[in-house]
């Protein structure tokens, strides 16, 4: 069964490009089939995943998002290109920022990827929508068309604190318009584990949320291989696999799987119970 994740945090700057980059490329590793949709206009994940001119594409995001709105079938390989690291990309431009205003008065807005989400799910295991830096019908429509949401956060006061906000929209979601959606995690990013403050905030951070929602184990090391990779356009894996990052993206990607074996096992209790 196909999963969707959600990468969201309304602020940027915490790292939900580069964990949509790492989990797909440490899925495939594994042997999935991932598929990355770039749904931010800024087209980050794009050009993390090795193409450096979005802008002059003839098909990204914005043309399926287009085909739902005026009712065209979509061709589920229509876009779709294939990446260095193995995971599928369907790819952004600014294009997407028009639709933040077209979808507003359209009907159904919110779900519109979805329809695309629901024609790629027979040639994926999982499919990781990297969102925007907004809480807008652009992230509306990715919970919408998502299973579950991770959610990367830094060891800071701010992040935490909008960490909440967050929480609300997915809560209002689930209530209106998705039931089946759920928090995939809290992924702390970016920790320095140097000063005091930052270890504080963690454990603030898992003794709020640890109770009712999953706080990954694993914690994304603050390194400038990371950023390193991005502008080669590689995953961790792909520039640098030994070093701190690539082992903790490593051992989140296990935590998914695990994670997500577990659910399955709930289900097939449910199931032989019935």
Known sequence: MTKVIAIANQKGGVGKTSTTVNLGAGLVRQGYAVLAIDFDPQANLTM??????????????SNVLAKAMDEEPIDPSEGILTTAEGVDLMPSSIQLSRFELALV????????????????????DYILIDCAPSLNVLALNALTAADSVLIPTQPEFFSNAGLQMLLSTVSKVRKKINPSLNIEGVLVTMMDKRPNFTKELVSQLRTAYGGTIKVFNTEIPKSIRMTESNVNGKSVFGYNPKNPV??????????VIEHDKALERVGRDVQTAR
């Open 105 to 124: 008065n359209e009907m159904n807005r919110e779900s519109m990827l979805r329809q695309f989400v629901e024609a790629v799910k027979p040639d994926y």
């Open 246 to 255: 690539g082992i903790a993206y490593e051992a989140l990607t296990q935590e």
């Open 48 to 61: 993390a995943l090795g193409f450096k001119s979005p802008d002059d594409m003839d098909y990204t995001v």
